[in-house]
């Protein structure tokens, strides 16, 4: 029996971005949910099986990327969670999550990512 791969779930409006993002995670050994806007997020956060990691942008229609994340913390406390940004200026707002994400900027260089996603999860 195949051991289960580790489900991430993107959050970002950029439909460009994050299908791309979750062909690199894909070819990279995960299984990849995407979520358009925060309600969606939230909607599949509250579903299981709860995502192993959870990756989004802040700036997101009908939910921001601050209330997706504290709505995973809530499902699970120790969710490793990525923040991919174009405004890392707003990233401040995350200092109240425990443990803190890691926050990217846009154009993400894949590759950090790729191994901090990977350090944050195992």
Same mark, same amino acid.
């Given at each position: 029996?195949?051991?289960?791969?580790?489900?991430? !779930?993107?959050?970002?409006?950029?439909?460009?971005? $994050?299908?791309?993002?979750?062909? !690199?995670?894909? &070819?990279?050994?995960?299984?990849? &949910?995407?979520?358009?806007?925060? $309600?969606? %997020?939230?909607?599949?956060?509250?579903?299981?099986?709860? *995502?192993? %990691? !959870?990756?989004?942008?802040?700036? @997101?229609?009908?939910?921001?990327? =601050? $209330?997706?994340?504290?709505?995973?913390?809530? /499902?699970?406390?120790?969710?490793?969670? /990525?923040?991919?940004?174009?405004? *890392?200026? @707003?990233?401040?707002? =995350?200092?109240?999550?425990?443990?803190? *994400?890691?926050?990217?900027?846009? *154009? !993400?260089?894949?590759?950090?990512? #790729? %191994? %901090?996603?990977?350090?944050?999860? #195992?």
């Amino acid at each position: 029996m195949e051991a289960r791969r580790a489900l991430v !779930l993107i959050v970002d409006d950029d439909v460009r971005s $994050a299908r791309r993002l979750a062909q !690199l995670l894909r &070819e990279d050994g995960y299984d990849v &949910e995407i979520a358009y806007d925060g $309600a969606s %997020a939230i909607a599949r956060l509250a579903r299981d099986p709860v *995502p192993a %990691a !959870l990756v989004t942008d802040l700036r @997101l229609p009908n939910a921001d990327g =601050l $209330a997706v994340s504290k709505f995973a913390r809530t /499902c699970r406390s120790d969710i490793p969670i /990525c923040v991919v940004t174009s405004y *890392p200026n @707003l990233a401040s707002a =995350l200092d109240a999550l425990d443990p803190k *994400p890691m926050v990217f900027t846009k *154009p !993400l260089v894949y590759g950090d990512f #790729s %191994a %901090a996603l990977s350090r944050m999860m #195992s």
